[in-house]
């Protein structure tokens, strides 16, 4: 006998959200929507999109905010890089992850489906996930990752073969260390379980809740334990931990830019075009983007510098740098956020060090 026609994700559809307002990474989103802060100078959706592609699925749809559509959709319209259609789908109001669910319904259809948070970023092809899912009798499959504190993460509990007993959103008291990733796979079953959930103590229906429903009724819900890197980019030091990370994985040796006789290039190190390296100091991982200058500058590593930059007399590490930023005169700038069109000017003589977390359009002066 033949043995069955395996399915593959073609077939299912993808959601990614972005609608929230990332309010833990106020003031630089009081400016850009939360899933274009950039890490090692691309934008986290960026890096959500490619995972999707490469899991082979041709239809997304992306959750937006009223406030953050245009400047989203502008962004993944420019870079023009993904082979699928792309919709865009307005959640008008922040009301949890089951509720965007539900907005997508129309779009989703009676598709299977990924859903996929859009501040998150996580290691190495997805695709068996989802030929696991497409080629199983569950109702839905969830990502899970082993954490220090499970208390701050929605967690599973799992009985034989990783099949899925109960979920808990931020126990006091975990059973266990497994935290829901953001990643899940879900039949259109699920959307008969949210309407059967009512909103948690915060406000909001909560995807937990309605996986949970699913489980109540006898359903079978399945999980994987992945064992890379997984980076919620929610919080600062979050951001700057996934800089490190994909600097350190995906930086290579590209110097497409102008290096003079007085500068040294060290390890992987990405130079953009138009850029000037004058009289400097530069070692990888390190991503510099085009039309900057870096002048008398020393560069250390896990440092990205975004596009039309000016840096003049400074030492940055461990830094985050958006786009069209001035920085002169500053000894040591390390473990730091930089928003968009912001300047930071120290002294000639200046020799202290600082750590800021700035947003787009700042001024600061060190005495």
């Keep these: 006998m033949s043995s069955p026609l395996r399915k593959d994700a073609s077939e299912l559809k993808a959601i990614v959200l972005c609608a929230g307002k990332g309010t833990r990474l106020r003031p630089l989103t009081d400016s850009i929507a939360k899933p274009l802060v950039p890490i090692a100078n691309r934008p986290v959706l960026f890096y959500v999109l490619d995972q999707i592609v490469q899991v082979g699925i041709k239809e997304i749809g992306i959750i937006v905010s009223p406030e953050n559509k245009h400047q989203i959709s502008n962004a993944v319209s420019r870079a023009g890089q993904w082979p699928c259609d792309i919709h865009y789908i307005v959640q008008k109001e922040a009301g949890g992850l089951a509720h965007a669910v539900t907005v997508a319904e129309n779009f989703l259809g009676s598709c299977r489906f990924m859903m996929f948070l859009g501040d998150n970023v996580i290691q190495g092809n997805l695709s068996r996930y989802a030929e696991q899912f497409c080629n199983d009798t569950s109702l839905a499959l969830i990502l899970l990752k ?64 309605a996986i949970q429903w699913l489980l109540d009724q006898g359903k079978e819900v399945n999980s994987q334990t992945v064992c890379g890197w997984w980076l919620d980019t929610g919080k600062k030091d979050d951001l700057l931990a996934a800089n490190r990370i994909v600097l350190e994985e995906f930086a290579g040796r590209d110097i497409r830019g102008q290096v003079d006789a007085a500068s040294t290039i060290t390890g992987r190190v990405e130079i953009g075009s138009e850029t000037q390296i004058i009289n400097s100091i530069v070692t990888g991982p390190v991503s510099i983007a085009g039309n900057c200058i870096i002048k008398n500058a020393t560069v250390k590593p896990y440092t990205s510098i975004n596009d039309g930059c000016y840096v003049d007399n400074a030492s940055l590490e461990n830094t985050i740098v958006l786009g069209n930023v001035s920085i002169r005169h500053i000894l040591y700038l390390k473990d730091s956020i930089i928003g968009n069109h912001t300047e930071i000017l120290g002294k000639a003589d200046n020799t202290r060090q600082i750590k800021v977390f700035l947003g787009s359009y700042s001024k600061l002066e060190i005495d």
Aim: no cysteine; hydrophobic share 35%.
């Design 146 to 209: 082993e954490v220090d504190d499970p208390r701050l993460f929605g967690v599973a509990e799992l009985g034989s073969h990783g099949k899925v007993i109960r979920l808990v959103e931020k126990p006091r008291e975990p059973k266990s260390n497994l935290a829901m990733v953001g990643i899940y796979f879900f039949s259109p079953d699920i959307h008969s379980a949210i309407k059967q959930i009512k909103p948690s103590g915060r406000g909001e229906l909560e995807i937990t809740d």
